[in-house]
Structure formats: structure tokens, C-alpha cells
Antibody, heavy 120, light 111 residues
Framework: QVQLQESGPGLVKPSETLSLTCTVSGGSITSSSYYWGWIRQPPGKGLEWIGSIYYSGSTYYNPSLKSRVTISVDTPKNQFSLKLSSVTAADTAVYYC????????????WGRGTLVTVSS | QSALTQPPSASGSPGQSVTVSCTGTSSDVGSYNYVSWYQQHPGKAPKLMIYEVSKRPSGVPDRFSGSKSGNTASLTVSGLQAEDEADYYCSSYAGINTLGVFGGGTKLTVL
């Protein structure tokens, strides 16, 4: 059974870069069955897709965040990562990593999520 | 403001049926049969309940069903149970440039 776990700092200062890693266990990140992605949820609000990556390294980003987002994959470590630059308080959210079918736009694998607060 | 519009709340009594709507545009819901629904309990990660408008992943009760008409998709929960009380989010594929969008969520209360 494939499981995902987010890790990274829970507090980031304004204007700095948010960095998170998702570790995939119980299966290979090189599985052709999945695109891996990041979704966030501000406190008390809805879900927002940030971007996705295929194990080959092909990336796909939400146009509204594209200028600040970088997603990368580390196949030997079975991990993929998110970097979001120039953060503001509006980027405070629970960040989930997930796996699913990008071209059908659904995620059937989810991590537990990690709260990232942007504050000085 | 979310790209897909959902009512903020919905409710029903145990055993009843309730339907949650998800309204998009001809650029997303109306153009593709790629609407998904997620259930989220407080403090938990979302769980996929419906994909490709009406398909259920393994393990999801058949009390949950999905449909679509034009630019509006719907999730129906039949035979409401206490554990169905949760937030429900829809999402849709929106083409090669945008890729995908979510709704703002609906809080389902079992009375």
C-alpha cells in the first residue's frame, strides 16, 4: 500500500522560500501509474492545486503560481519536492502531497498534510 | 474565489438522500467528463469518492454517486449516515493550460 509523507519547516519568513519534501513508501515513485503533485488548503478554505510532476521530470504548474513554483523529483530517494518562492501570509496553508491521474485531474493518494505558516 | 461553485452547506437526516452541486463553465465541467469528488473530515486529508463523473474507487460505498448535466456536476449521498458528515469538494479537468480546478467546498451536515 503506497503511502505519502510530507516533511519540511512549519514556519517560513515572508519573502523567503518554502521548501517541502514528500516521501513515497510502499511503492516506487517511478510507477507509470501516477503523477505526483502538491495541493494546498489555507485555514478554513478550499483546495488549490499547486503543480504536478511525472517521474521522468516533466512538470505542470498552476498558472496562478507558476512564476514562484518549482517541483522536482529524486527517484533514488523515492521523493519529490516543492519550492515556493517569495512567500507571503497568503501562502499560509496545509500543504498536501498526492498522487493521481493528472490528465483526468484526480488524486487517489494523499499525504496527511503539513501546516506551513508564513510569519516573521 | 474558487473556479467551481459549490453551495456552502447542505444537510439531511439519517437515511435521507442529499445532493451537492458543482457549477463550472464550458471550459471545464461542461467540456470534459473528468469531474471528481472528495470527502474531507476535520483535520484529515481529502479522500477521493468519485472520479470521471460517476466512477467509484474501490472501497467507496455505492451510496455515493455522481452525475453531470451541462456545466453542473452533482454528488448524491443516499441513505445518509452520521459518518457522511464532512466537507465535500469537487474538481474538474480544465484543459491543457489550466489543467485543473477545485470547488470551494460544501459542508454536509447530518441532522
Amino acid at each position: 500500500q503506497v503511502q505519502l509523507q510530507e516533511s519540511g519547516p512549519g514556519l517560513v519568513k515572508p519573502s523567503e522560500t518554502l521548501s517541502l519534501t514528500c516521501t513515497v513508501s510502499g511503492g516506487s515513485i517511478t510507477s507509470s501509474s501516477y503523477y505526483w503533485g502538491w495541493i494546498r488548503q489555507p485555514p478554513g478554505k478550499g483546495l488549490e492545486w499547486i503543480g504536478s510532476i511525472y517521474y521522468s521530470g516533466s512538470t505542470y504548474y498552476n498558472p496562478s503560481l507558476k512564476s514562484r513554483v518549482t517541483i522536482s523529483v529524486d527517484t533514488p530517494k523515492n521523493q519529490f519536492s516543492l519550492k515556493l518562492s517569495s512567500v507571503t501570509a497568503a501562502d499560509t496553508a496545509v500543504y498536501y502531497c498526492g498522487g493521481g491521474q493528472l490528465w483526468l485531474f484526480y488524486f487517489d493518494l494523499w499525504g496527511r498534510g503539513t501546516l506551513v505558516t508564513v510569519s516573521s | 474565489q474558487s473556479a467551481l461553485t459549490q453551495p456552502p452547506s447542505a444537510s439531511g437526516s439519517p437515511g435521507q438522500s442529499v445532493t451537492v452541486s458543482c457549477t463550472g463553465t464550458s471550459s471545464d465541467v461542461g467540456s470534459y467528463n473528468y469531474v471528481s469528488w472528495y470527502q474531507q473530515h476535520p483535520g484529515k486529508a481529502p479522500k477521493l469518492m468519485i472520479y470521471e463523473v460517476s466512477k467509484r474507487p474501490s472501497g467507496v460505498p455505492d451510496r455515493f454517486s455522481g452525475s453531470k448535466s451541462g456545466n453542473t456536476a452533482s454528488l448524491t449521498v443516499s441513505g445518509l449516515q452520521a459518518e457522511d458528515e464532512a466537507d465535500y469538494y469537487c474538481s474538474s479537468y480544465a484543459g491543457i493550460n489550466t489543467l485543473g480546478v477545485f470547488g470551494g467546498g460544501t459542508k454536509l451536515t447530518v441532522l
